[in-house]
């Protein structure tokens, strides 16, 4: 790994593997931090190890990562190293193979753990606990947690805790990520100091679970909920737990936050520096009503402003004249789109759409040709939300259609942009006839399938990742898109949280952010539409208001702010992103530095009381940069020192008009 080393080694009895040293390169060498030093009273010698990856039989008292029914007890059979790390255990009783995998990611302070299994017995074995990992972080006084929560409109949510002794939980049962928590978790000594990350690759569902141990330890542990359980292995099967990335920094919340930023683009490969265009959504000014005469009005107002793509949501196609009908019949409502999209490109715009391809109405034709390709139990009525049912992913015919469907759609007309959405989570899981369908790994596997069958056959199309809103953020969603939509909640001080707690997770490219004349829903204070801007700079801009009813000075003010967006986009997406101060503070603050360290932006948000200033004596607002020693030079000329802009801080004087800013740092070169 980059900065990083992560070393383990087989206990003496060779029955588990153990953490030695996790952190900078060079703190393997030394006794371990994790060894016991002490006896062991009432529980397993294991019970008290700093165990990497154990079964329940081995481990029965501080907890196991993996539980098969009947119980299962393994020793060491060997060892490979190659690109992966893979060390195998066997249970010769129950047959159960269990190779444990670790990947060091190039360029990254990352690295990947998952574990293969195969069932070499006769008789069929069936998992209660499917965790993909363990791993111990060495606190001294209790832990520090970190982690991510809320709900629809309020993704995001950062969270911290002082775990000095017991137990954490989190997980979703949705079949997705979900809002509620996001499979992401920081675990710090409750002083603060180094900062240790595990993240799970996996769209499904999910748990994560930090105890600190008797020992002292804190150990985490990650994988997906065998939901609806048990998981079964036939004999001579085999089969994988998701990955979970594994992350650490001594710089804390900060520098833990850039190291996922890395691995993001990592994951991105070639796709890494396609240009995220800016863009305009036309549903919050049309919704459903979407004819294509108006929505080439709002096109025309879009390209005026230095737009480079327009987008339609929800509502083309036919049958979707509200949210009871239409899902599943992808066909365009309008005869003439054709027409419509080519007269939109020939205003210089790139042409995107929205899809909901997992969903099905009752209402549509495809329901009433395959009622059987959703989710359903026998005798049992079905469950509508949103006034939809969800097609099973996990039956060959449906991923078929879908990506018939997406191709279809992709080939006819000039599409470069789709927004998939997900709006509605299994609620009868079951599929008749298979019941002991492992329902939920099939549904990822086809979604995912369907995935990179997209980037296979449309490479040039730019994906964007939404479930509601922020509900599917994982890292396999992830890897397989360019845009992430974290919440449907586009409210500026809202949004403002909610990226806030976005970008520790995930670096600023993926973070699509609209412009909207929609209050908050949680936070209504009135905001300027420079605060707007500025906020949805933060990431992927882009523009959801209804530009009709924009005045001609908002008109010539987001021009000019779309056009600073675009002169910066480059250091925002491929530079190194710090939030400087959370939206608690009075002022708040995220850096971006250029690759080559010559560029500074610095975005920057009134979101407390203002100092009383130029009416009673006060100063100027601060923020402290991270920046190295140097002169920068902003764009009117001001000098500062780099000691300067870390001790006192860049100054912003905020009024009640002038609540946002954007400030550009040029490194002067001697």
């Not at 292995?233 to 085999?238: C, N, S, T, V």
């Not at 196609?317 to 019949?329: A, K, M, S, W």
């Not at 596997?445 to 509900?471: K, N, Q, W």
Request: proline content about 7%; overall charge negative; some cysteine.
């Amino acid at each position: 790994m980059k900065t990083t080393s992560y070393t383990v080694a087989l206990d003496p009895t060779e029955r588990w593997l153990e953490l030695v040293a996790w952190g900078p390169h060079g703190i393997e060498d030394g006794p371990s931090v994790f060894t016991n030093a002490g006896s062991v009273h009432f529980i397993t010698e294991a019970d008290a190890a700093p165990v990497e990856y154990a079964p329940l039989g081995l481990r029965p008292f501080s907890g196991a990562d993996v539980a098969v029914r009947g119980g299962s007890w393994w020793r060491f059979d060997g060892a490979s190293s190659a690109a992966d790390l893979r060390l195998a255990f066997v249970d010769e009783v129950s047959g159960l193979r269990a190779v444990l995998c670790y990947r060091p990611v190039p360029e990254t302070d990352v690295l990947t753990r998952w574990v293969e299994f195969e069932n070499t017995g006769s008789s069929t074995l069936e998992f209660d606990r499917l965790g993909s990992a363990g791993v111990c972080v060495p606190t001294v006084s209790g832990a520090r947690l970190t982690y991510l929560t809320g709900q629809w409109s309020r993704e995001f949510t950062r969270q911290s805790l002082r775990l000095p002794a017991g137990g954490f939980r989190m997980e979703s049962r949705f079949g997705v990520p979900g809002h509620a928590h996001v499979p992401w978790l920081a675990v710090q000594d409750s002083s603060g100091g180094p900062a240790f990350g595990v993240s799970l690759e996996w769209p499904g569902s999910w748990s994560i679970e930090a105890d600190v141990e008797p020992s002292g330890l804190t150990r985490v542990r990650a994988g997906r909920l065998p939901s609806p359980g048990p998981v079964r292995l036939e004999p001579g099967g085999a089969l994988s737990t998701p990955a979970v990335a594994l992350a650490s920094s001594v710089d804390g919340l900060a520098g833990l936050a850039s190291v996922w930023h890395d691995y993001d683009r990592v994951l991105a490969g070639s796709r890494r520096r396609r240009p995220r265009p800016v863009l305009y959504n036309s549903w919050e000014a049309t919704g459903f009503d979407v004819r294509s005469d108006g929505q080439l009005e709002l096109a025309k107002r879009a390209a005026d402003l230095g737009i480079e793509l327009f987008v339609v949501d929800d509502g083309w196609f036919t049958g979707r004249d509200d949210d009871t009908g239409g899902l599943g019949d992808w066909t365009p409502a309008d005869s003439d789109f054709g027409d419509f999209v080519e007269s939109v490109r020939d205003l210089g715009l790139e042409f995107g759409l929205w899809v909901e391809p997992e969903a099905v109405s009752p209402k549509s034709q495809l329901y009433a040709e395959h009622p059987d390709w959703v989710y359903r139990i026998d005798g049992r009525p079905l469950t509508l939300i949103r006034n939809q049912l969800l097609l099973d992913l996990g039956l060959p015919d449906v991923v078929a259609f879908v990506k018939s469907t997406l191709d279809t759609l992709l080939s006819a007309y000039p599409i470069s942009y789709l927004k998939w959405d997900m709006n509605r989570p299994p609620t009868e899981r079951g599929r008749p006839g298979s019941p002991f369908a492992d329902l939920d790994a099939e549904h990822v596997a086809g979604y995912l399938s369907v995935l990179d069958h997209l980037r296979a056959e449309h490479p040039h199309v730019t994906i964007e990742a939404c479930a509601g809103g922020g509900g599917r953020t994982d890292l396999a969603t992830v890897a397989r898109t360019d845009v992430v939509w974290p919440s449907d909640n586009t409210g500026p001080l809202d949004r403002l949280a909610i990226q806030d707690g976005f970008l520790l997770m995930h670096a600023p490219h993926l973070m699509s952010s609209w412009v909207t004349d929609a209050p908050g829903v949680f936070d209504p204070r009135p905001r300027s539409l420079r605060f707007r801007f500025v906020t949805a700079m933060a990431g992927v801009l882009g523009i959801g208001a209804d530009l009709s009813r924009w005045t001609p000075a908002q008109h010539a003010e987001a021009a000019s702010l779309i056009a600073v967006y675009k002169s910066i986009r480059s250091v925002i997406h491929h530079g190194v992103a710090r939030v400087l101060a959370g939206p608690s503070e009075p002022t708040a603050a995220t850096q971006y530095t250029s690759e080559d360290g010559d560029t500074v932006v610095v975005l920057a948000w009134s979101t407390g009381p203002l100092t009383g200033a130029p009416l009673v004596p006060g100063r100027s607002s601060r923020v402290r940069l991270s920046v190295p020693d140097a002169s920068y030079v902003d764009h009117l000329g001001t000098r500062y020192s780099g000691a300067h802009l870390r001790y006192a801080g860049l100054p912003f004087d905020w009024t009640a008009d002038h609540d946002a800013d954007v400030v550009i740092l040029r490194r002067e070169r001697s």
